[in-house]
């Protein structure tokens, strides 16, 4: 197995995609988008590395058999171009369930041009009745976040989740009212759903997870799914939008997995204090230092919402630190090109 980062948000654009070689090939989540405006480095140079991280990910495109799209954030898909999934096998995370208006809307757009371009129809074309379901609530799946005593934070966290279960109860009333996008197939491109199944290609196994919160627990920005590649006895794993991970049954999870090589996302420290507070931002400092010293993780791509401020590295010092004392390669996209990170580059 063979694994090239494409295009990290160390290299000043955000995206987390990746190439990885079996006997097929199979692009990752190939999207990018411009870096924010807090981020120290001139516009034209912001657009610049996002042309250039485009131009790789198009390149990439030519090589792969297989896309897979974790869910339907603009630096992890590409809405629309045809070079990138023309006579390709899109597996892609289900827009009918899991999923917040504006990724609903994304999904509708971009599966209304693959309708278009691949097959001559209009989405409407193919659409599908409503159908009725019942689900769960996702904290019973998440038995350590469950039980855990947050102390001082504890009453303050019931509240939240309460109100974050009322949320996803409306939501999965409006699952139940949307027409359905189905799978698809083309002459020249064929679409498969991904959430919490698994596929046989050649001698490459390809599993993903259900639907997980893209970040905490009802997170309102929505569900990623995580892949894991299995091939000749080696185990990748792409975590997709964990945020750390945020959540303690998913670093279980990975740990569970045990895979030599895990792209992993880091909190979003630039938004510490806002939308990310001191006490979830505490349990990803822990959760991946509990990767690192619970599983035989070989290497770490440590990137993705991290490195879009100059002190990332400070506020996660406790994780760099672990890895150096256990000998565990931890390293952002850039490091493992051999070049500094573009945060750092553009504040020195």
């Not at 670093?251 to 792209?263: F, G, M, S, T």
């Amino acid at each position: 197995m063979e694994f090239s980062p494409i295009w990290f948000d160390s290299l000043g654009a955000k995206s987390s995609c990746v190439l990885v070689k079996t006997d097929l090939n199979i692009l990752i989540d190939p999207g990018v988008a411009v870096m924010h405006p807090s981020f120290p480095a001139a516009k034209a140079q912001k657009i610049s590395w996002y042309e250039e991280a485009r131009s790789k990910i198009k390149s990439a495109a030519k090589e792969a058999d297989v896309i897979v799209i974790s869910h339907y954030h603009y630096d992890h898909f590409t809405d629309f171009d045809e070079e990138i999934y023309a006579g390709k096998l899109i597996l892609a995370k289900n827009p009918n369930e899991y999923i917040n208006d504006s990724q609903r809307s994304r999904a509708e757009e971009f599966f209304g041009k693959i309708c278009e371009t691949f097959g001559g129809k209009n989405l409407e074309d193919v659409l599908e009745k409503p159908k009725s379901k019942k689900f769960r609530d996702p904290m019973e799946e998440l038995d350590i976040a469950a039980k855990k005593d947050f102390g001082d934070y504890q009453r303050r966290r019931i509240e939240l989740l309460e109100k974050g279960r009322k949320w996803f109860f409306n939501r999965a009333k409006k699952w139940c009212e949307y027409r359905i996008i189905p799978e698809m197939k083309f002459k020249d491109v064929e679409v498969r759903f991904i959430d919490g199944r698994e596929f046989k290609l050649g001698k490459t196994k390809l599993r993903f997870t259900k639907p997980l919160f893209h970040g905490i627990e009802f997170s309102r920005v929505g569900w990623v799914c995580s892949t894991v590649i299995e091939f000749e006895g080696e185990k990748f794993i792409h975590s997709s939008d964990l945020n750390g991970p945020i959540i303690e049954d998913y670093a279980e999870w990975i740990i569970d997995e045990n895979p030599q090589v895990l792209v992993l996302d880091g909190p979003m420290t630039y938004m510490l204090g806002y939308t990310l507070n001191l006490i979830n931002f505490r349990r990803t400092i822990k959760n991946a230092c509990r990767i690192l010293k619970e599983s035989e993780v070989e290497l770490i791509i440590y990137d993705h919402h991290l490195p879009r401020e100059p002190k990332f590295k400070e506020r996660t010092k406790e994780v760099w630190d672990t890895a150096k004392e256990l000998k565990r390669k931890v390293l952002t996209c850039a490091e493992f090109l051999g070049k500094e990170p573009a945060v750092l580059m553009s504040s020195s």
